[in-house]
DNA sequence: ACCTGAACACCGTTCAAGT
DNA sequence: ACCTGAACACCGTTCAAGT
């Protein structure tokens, strides 16, 4: 990400659709969700907003596209050489990782339900699920609630991310901020809140995370 | 919520936060979240768009607003006398239906994390789960993942909705067409999500989610 | 204190016109 | 076939001016 050196900004051979998706990936990356804009594309892409339009539909395509790029990506990089749990793991974990990486995927993923990128990570799921020995009449809603915990850690984690950023603030200092409004809570109303706001600030969402898997892979264990 | 006769469009009094709010649900409900439009809420509100920032900080704060009051409905409505996992699937339940009923409160819960809507969810969760007898270490993992499941399910079924809508469809042949997309899908790379493509059109979405709930709580069981 | 509504700086998308 | 860029119909938000 800062190997050659900061080249000029190139307009050499025509558009074309995986060029577009690659810029749009890059401008999401850098400026987030409300950063992607047809003429900051254009602009990037060294042509009118219009353009575009020849080689994609509309801006909900392009989100979806783009998403599905890193998705892809992040499916053929988890290893599955070890048992369906590992695999299931390690599925999830590259979906953390690459939401965690480019936050905006947590929401595209989210907002487009039943397209190809959320296909891809329920299709590698549910292989595994089914090499675990799930029945039949389980796998549909196993794989289901699989796929919504994975997307709804996702999408808050991004969220969280966001959120912070909108205000400026880092990770740290957002969950502190977070963590001390709890603290500062009705006592008789929000106790729970409250309890716990001291370990907001210093737990792994990655662990976190793993931790929730475990829980619904037990869960399934019970029931097989 | 009914029984008053159909008002017409009154002026009566003047602007206040409440109002406001309890008017860009309305509008939430009846035109999606790209309806809530300061222009479409200052007609509906007989004033200008300028009026509503008087009491309304943004647009943002306007959106979690109107999702905390849902929140706090079904929150207060979820029964809690039986034992604590029945409550925590009547909590879950109760957010499920609400995120049915206001499918914009799906998203807007997801993008505002740590604030007031989603402590209310929370805390209700948390408390329950204490009451289970989860270890103290354990809690905030614990919470944290049912919190993520029941955002992430009720997220999903929200988009499910919105995209539905947006294309015009009813929610069972926007699942036809999903369904037979997926069941034409390369015979090689999708064998998992072809052969599940029939369950998908008559599987019943509550159903899914309570099993998922009955997952994670039986692996919080088999870790207590 | 509260409201008005024109104005500003943006959007996504379209489409005639160019090559 | 592919690109250009002005134009259309919107946004959220601000702010002088009114009451």
């Known amino acids: 990400m800062a190997k050659k050196p900061p080249a000029p900004p190139r307009r050499e051979g025509s558009l074309s659709r995986d060029r577009i998706i690659e810029a749009a990936i890059v401008l999401l990356d850098e400026a987030g969700e409300s950063g992607l804009t047809f003429r900051a594309l254009a602009e990037r892409l060294v042509t009118g907003p219009g353009a575009i339009y020849w080689h994609i539909a509309n801006k909900g395509e392009l989100l979806i596209a783009a998403c599905d790029a890193i998705v892809a990506r992040a499916m053929s990089e988890a290893r599955l050489d070890a048992?369906?749990?590992a695999s299931i793991r390690a599925i999830a974990l590259g979906m953390?990782?690459?939401?965690?990486?480019?936050p905006w995927v947590?929401?595209?993923?989210?907002?487009a339900p039943g397209q190809l990128p959320a296909v891809r990570l329920l299709e590698r799921?549910?292989?595994?699920l089914r090499?675990?020995?799930?029945?039949?009449?389980?796998?549909?809603t196993t794989v289901s609630a699989l796929l919504s915990y994975v997307l709804?850690?996702?999408?808050?984690?991004a969220a969280n991310r966001q959120f912070a950023f909108a205000e400026g603030l880092e990770r740290d200092s957002f969950l502190a901020s977070v963590s001390t409004a709890w603290s500062e809570l009705d006592a008789?109303?929000?106790?729970f809140?409250?309890?716990?706001?001291?370990?907001?600030?210093?737990?792994?969402?990655r662990e976190d995370f793993l931790a929730g898997i475990d829980l619904i892979l037990g869960g399934i264990h019970a029931l097989t």
Chains 1, 2 share one sequence.
């Not at 953390?96 to 480019?102: L, Q, S």
């Not at 799921?125 to 595994?128: E, T, Y």
């Open 193 to 205: 809140a409250r309890s716990i706001a001291a370990q907001l600030s210093d737990h792994d969402d």
């Open 131 to 140: 090499e675990l020995g799930v029945r039949r009449e389980r796998e549909w």
């Open 152 to 157: 709804g850690v996702g999408a808050q984690n």
């Open 188 to 191: 008789a109303e929000y106790p």
């Open 96 to 102: 953390f990782d690459a939401i965690d990486e480019h």
């Open 106 to 111: 947590g929401s595209a993923l989210t907002h």
């Open 83 to 85: 048992s369906p749990e």
């Open 125 to 128: 799921l549910g292989r595994s």
